[in-house]
Structures are given as C-alpha cells and as structure tokens.
C-alpha cells in the first residue's frame, strides 16, 4: 500500500514537472526575442547555432537554457551568413526563419558627382562595412585587377547609388562602377552629334569631367558642352580653371592664382591646346551625354555668377565685362 502511495506520488510529480515544463515551453516559443526595439544581427560565415546564441547572451536577449538547446535539436535551424534587420516583437521561430531566409539587409554608398577616384577610394577604405582588398594597390594595379590595363583610374567609375551588403568588398564596388562607366560612356558615344570634334570615347570622357567640374546646373551641361566644342574646333585654348586645379594635386590650397594659370603642366588648359591627357573628376550620366551632344549656340566665354548659374558670353569684350559683375564687383 505504501509501495503504491509513493508511485502515485512519483506520478504526481513527474506529470506537475512536464506540465510545468510544457508551460515553460510554451511561454518559451511564444514570448517574443526582441519585444521593444528593432534587432540589428550579424551572422558571420560558418556561425553555428551555438555561437549563434551566444552572440544573443552578449546582446542581452538569451539566457542559452535548456529551451534554446531543446528547440536547436528539434528544428536543426540553418544560418545563412550575412547582416539581418529584425523588426520587433519575432519569437524564435520567426527570427529562425529569417536568418535562414538570406533576405540580408541592404546598405547603400552613394558615389557623387564630381569626385575624384582618389576621394572615392578614401570613401571606401574608411567604410567599415565594407572589406578592403584594393585599398593598398596603386591605381596602374587597380586598372589592371579591374581589367582595362593602361586605363587611367580617373573618371572610370560612374556616380551612382550602388547596394552592397555588409562584408562585400571594395573590388566589387569598384567593379560595379567600372562596368556602370563602361556602358553609360558606350550609349553617350553612339548618341554623339555628328559634328562633334571629339574623335574616340576616351575623349567623350575627359570633356564631360571638364563638364562636371563647371557646373552642378542640369539645364547649363549641354550650354558648358557647347562653349568646349567651340573652342576645339577653331582651335583656342579650353582655359577651365578646374584643369589647372586637378593639376596642382595637393599643392592647391584652395585659392587659385595667377600663377598657377601660368604654370604649365600636363592638365593646365590656359597653357596648352586641346584637351587635358585624362580625366579630372568622375562624370555622372548627364555630363556625358552632355559631351555627346553640345548645345548648339554661339558663346565662347561662361563665368560664374555666384549663385551656382554661368553668364555666357559671345566676345571678349562681353566675357571682361561678365567678369567685372559677377568677379570684381562681388
């Protein structure tokens, strides 16, 4: 009888702790891993489901208890490596799925107009989230890595918005860009007017940086377009102070002289023919069409009004007194 009593009692007890355990269990799945605030997870490659848990202790969200063990050994969950926004309120099954989904988050770099491919590599160097493998060659090395060997590395990436996610690489950007440039100067080369004294697509580069160095108008390219054309084919000198500036490098302080116009070196265009030997900047879409097609007109002059707009003149004597408004007088 006493036998029978303490077997009943052992029953007793053993169904109270499944059923607290089932409780427990059920609370478990249903409770919510991150109740309050957005999860920002990194899952990095070959992560396993255990050191996947301890990244969730070191955030605070997870004590790895028997539930946790219990529920890896019953789902055998796959973690596909990348970055993961989770909204809040996703118990663990629905936070499971989502890291085996491979719906990683996006991040996005902006490459700007009117940069130079040494501003664009400093940008990628300093990008944590971003692994660096070109940042030690030089650009000669880079040009040959990216596959146009004997290219000069300025103007051949084309500013653009481009998404990685975390742990891409610089090359990729690179070469994404190199590509976007590749194709947007092929559509502006066949869009060319056939008046148009650019004689090869290398060319069509280099003035459409000249291009977007002048001006940040849209309406003013094809105009800035048209006064460079002008010039080159009744052979006079393009004279852009941005030329003369590329070409100072570090020893420009940012005040341009008189001197510095008369210094001659390979990108000084007050004291040389033609166009300089490469690009100055990285051109966006819009200047290179703009090369393509320049404004029909009759101006050979343009100066800067102040307030980001060009006065455009015909003569000299127009051009002087342009100058005098808008230079000496402000």
Known sequence: MRFLSFLLLMAALATGVGL?????????????????????L???????????????EVLGLSRADWRWRAWGRLHQPVLKAGEYRIE???TLDTLMKELASGRVREHRLTIVEGWTVDRLRHELADDPRLVSLTAELDADALMQRLGCPGCPAEGRFLPETYFFVRGSSDEDILNRAYQALSNALDEAWAQRSPDNPIKSPDEL???????????????ERARVAGVFARRLRIGMRLQT?????????????GRLRRVHLRTDHPWNTYTRHGLPPTPIALPGRESLLAAARPADGTALYFVSRGDGTHQFSDTLEQHNAAVNRYIRGR
Do not use: C, H, M
Not at 22 to 38: I, L, R, Y
Not at 205 to 219: D, N, P
């Open 205 to 219: 580069l280099v003035l459409a940086s000249l291009i977007e160095r002048e001006t940040g108008q849209r309406t």
């Open 88 to 90: 809040p309120n996703r």
């Open 42 to 56: 990194w899952v990095a490659p070959g992560t396993s489901y255990a050191g996947f848990l301890k990244q969730l």
């Open 241 to 253: 102070d941005p030329t003369v500036i590329y070409g100072l490098g570090d020893d420009f302080d």
């Open 20 to 40: 607290w355990q089932w409780s427990q269990w059920q609370t478990f799945v249903e409770t919510p891993v991150n109740p309050d605030s957005e999860l920002n």
